[in-house]
């Protein structure tokens, strides 16, 4: 007998073509649009693993980990330099989510630049600011401003340590005039000092010290004086006994007198 074989059902090409078109696993080259170009690492048409990212339209450049199609691991972020056409490093640290979350160092300009920790694209936690100005910030931040206990050293040489919030000093902090050989050690509020003390410290080694030392506040008879505050505070306390004693004995009347009045409503007739 003659053997007939089935013919196999041929797939459709659109499922051929859509099979290929799926991304998965390392491409080259992938276009988007609007010009954007991306070349890596896929899982299931999204970003997924190591890849490079290039944006058209600014000309940023990022590289590093992806997941599931947005920046999350460690990479580096760069932007083209208007000067020299070249590109440079604007953040290199770690992200979450498409945002710099964790340790990473940010770049503002050629001598002013943050290393610390980051959540949600904004400076939080432990970090240290370099200003251009010379300046330099260390300590607590949150919501992208120096808030809690910090450290910020002036380009003189000063520096004030204390608590900050919202950017400013704010609560007790000390300011060091190394410079005059001063420190002054007080409360402030929106960094103006509302009040404290002032004293020389180190003034002969201060490059510009002050026309006339503070002079230190003496007791001529401190025992004297510890003398007259404890016999005032014994006074005070003896006061407010005989006090309390008066209010016991007046509010002991007031109940006896009660206690009468009960005592004669309750007696029988006769």
């Not at 490079?52 to 972020?77: A, L, N, P, S, V």
């Not at 000063?158 to 900050?164: A, D, L, Q």
């Not at 000092?193 to 008879?221: H, N, S, W, Y």
């Not at 004297?224 to 004995?249: F, M, P």
């Amino acid at each position: 007998m003659p053997i007939s074989k089935c013919l196999l059902k041929s797939e459709p090409l659109w499922k051929e073509w859509d099979q290929k078109a799926q991304k998965n696993g390392l491409r080259h080259q992938v276009y988007a649009v609007n010009g954007d170009c991306y070349v890596g690492e896929w899982k299931d048409n999204m970003k997924h693993g190591k890849g490079t990212q290039i944006w058209k339209k600014k000309g940023g450049i990022y590289e590093g980990d992806w997941k599931f199609g947005k920046r999350d691991g460690y990479g580096t972020f760069s932007l083209p330099d208007q000067e020299t056409g070249k590109h440079r490093r604007v953040y290199l640290g770690w992200w979450k989510g498409d945002k710099k979350s964790g340790y990473g160092i940010q770049f503002f300009g050629p001598k002013e630049y943050y290393e610390g920790e980051w959540c949600g694209n904004q400076r939080s936690g432990w970090g240290r600011m370099y200003y251009s100005n010379s300046d330099i910030y260390e300590g607590q931040w949150c919501k992208d401003k120096p808030d809690g206990e910090g450290m910020l050293r002036l380009k003189n040489g000063n520096r004030y340590e204390g608590s900050w919030q919202r950017g400013m000093k704010n609560g007790f902090g000390r300011f060091f005039h190394l410079n005059h050989g001063q420190l002054f050690e007080g409360f402030w509020v929106d960094d103006v000092a509302k009040c404290g003390t002032m004293i020389d410290f180190g003034r002969d080694e201060a490059p510009e010290p002050t026309q006339f030392p503070i002079p230190k506040v003496k007791l001529l008879d401190p025992d004297g004086v510890l003398q007259e505050a404890l016999a005032r505070l014994k006074k005070t306390e003896e006061e407010e006994g005989d006090r309390c004693q008066d209010h016991l004995v007046m509010s002991g009347d007031i109940f006896g007198c009660h206690n009468w009045q009960g005592r004669m409503l309750l007696a029988p007739h006769g």
